[in-house]
T-cell receptor
Framework: ETGVTQTPRHLVMGMTNKKSLKCEQH?????MYWYKQSAKKPLELMFV???????ENNSVPSRFSPECPNSSHLFLHLHTLQPEDSALYLC???????????FGSGTRLTVV | SQQGEEDPQALSIQEGENATMNCSYK?????LQWYRQNSGRGLVHLIL?????REKHSGRLRVTLDTSKKSSSLLITASRAADTASYFC???????????FGTGTRLLVSP
């Protein structure tokens, strides 16, 4: 257990479904991140939140919708996904001032 | 924009041997970090080296940074089977921390 908890660990969804990924940290960190990890590609930064405000959105399609209700929780809402969105989605948190990230174990998403 | 590339892509060694992985990046950095990822899991932070540092040690890990060449290396000494994992470098920019990850090196340590 790293201090960053992601649920669910595995998710299979159809292209017309709506689902949400959840991330929770109680490390006192003030920045949270969503990364996407696909086979044979580097980790892709999707969204960055600092003190609950979104500070980065790396041209992510609108079918991915992040939400950060407070500094401890981060969600990624998914709707009408495509098969190429199948990947490992990783949440991380940090102090936002130049230190290391703490990652969750990830959610393995399969879109069918 | 920042990009990171690691070399080699894959490395296979015997227990007790040393493993060296290299990372090259494109633009100036505030710090460079190394992470380990076991298969299908989250990444674990190993070590951070700042742009004004040249070498750093942590246990069996030794990291070097050459900002003039925009490169870094990670050395794992006396490797163990438990070191089998993928290793990623990550570049941190100035200002608000936002990491860009390299492509990774898959390390296999055989007993």
């Amino acid at each position: 257990e790293t201090g960053v908890t992601q649920t669910p660990r595995h998710l299979v969804m159809g292209m017309t479904n709506k689902k949400s990924l959840k991330c929770e940290q109680h490390l006192g960190h003030n920045a949270m991140y969503w990364y996407k990890q696909s086979a044979k590609k580097p980790l892709e930064l999707m969204f960055v939140y600092s003190l609950e405000e979104r500070v980065e959105n790396n041209s992510v399609p609108s079918r991915f919708s992040p939400e950060c209700p407070n500094s401890s929780h981060l969600f990624l809402h998914l709707h009408t996904l495509q098969p190429e969105d199948s990947a490992l989605y990783l949440c991380a948190s940090s102090l936002g001032t130049g230190g290391g990230y703490t990652f969750g174990s990830g959610t393995r998403l399969t879109v069918v | 924009s920042q990009q990171g590339e690691e070399d080699p892509q894959a490395l296979s060694i015997q227990e007790g041997e040393n493993a060296t992985m290299n990372c090259s990046y494109k633009t100036s950095i505030n710090n460079l970090q190394w992470y380990r990822q076991n298969s299908g899991r989250g990444l674990v932070h190993l070590i951070l080296i700042r742009s004004n540092e040249r070498e750093k040690h942590s246990g069996r890990l030794r990291v070097t940074l050459d900002t003039s060449k925009k490169s870094s290396s990670l050395l794992i000494t006396a490797s163990r089977a438990a070191d089998t994992a993928s290793y990623f470098c990550a570049m941190g920019d100035t200002g608000f921390q936002k990491l860009v990850f390299g492509t990774g090196t898959r390390l296999l340590v055989s007993p």
